[in-house]
C-alpha cells in the first residue's frame, strides 16, 4: 500500500535531476524502490543504509497513509515526530 501510493504521490520525482542520479547509481526503478517505509524500527534500519551507503543530506518527504482526512493527519504527524527523534543519531 505505501509503495503504490508513494509511487502515484512522487511520480512527478522521476523526472527531476536529483532522482535520475539516484536510479544511475543504484537498482531503483520507481519512488517506492526507495521508501522508507512499516515500523519504527524498519524506517530506522532504512535510514541507516542510506548513511552506510555515505549520504549526509537527505530529503524526505512524508506520504501519510489513511483512508480519511484525519487518519492522513494523524499518519503524517506520528511520522514527522517520529523522523524529528531520529535527528542527530544516524
Do not use: C, H, W
Not at 24 to 35: K, M, Q, S, Y
Not at 36 to 53: N, W
Not at 56 to 67: A, K, W
Request: aromatic share 4%; no cysteine.
Amino acid at each position: 500500500m505505501a509503495v503504490n501510493r508513494a509511487n502515484r504521490v512522487l511520480s512527478e520525482s522521476e523526472v527531476s535531476p536529483n532522482y535520475q542520479k539516484l536510479l544511475n547509481r543504484g537498482n531503483a526503478r520507481t519512488v517506492g524502490d526507495i521508501l522508507a517505509a512499516g515500523t519504527e524500527v524498519s524506517i530506522e534500519k532504512r535510514l541507516r543504509l542510506f548513511a552506510d551507503a555515505g549520504a549526509t543530506d537527505v530529503s524526505l518527504r512524508v506520504v501519510p497513509i489513511g483512508d480519511t482526512r484525519e487518519e492522513k493527519l494523524a499518519s503524517s504527524k506520528r511520522t514527522r515526530e517520529y523522523i524529528s527523534s531520529l535527528a542527530g543519531s544516524i
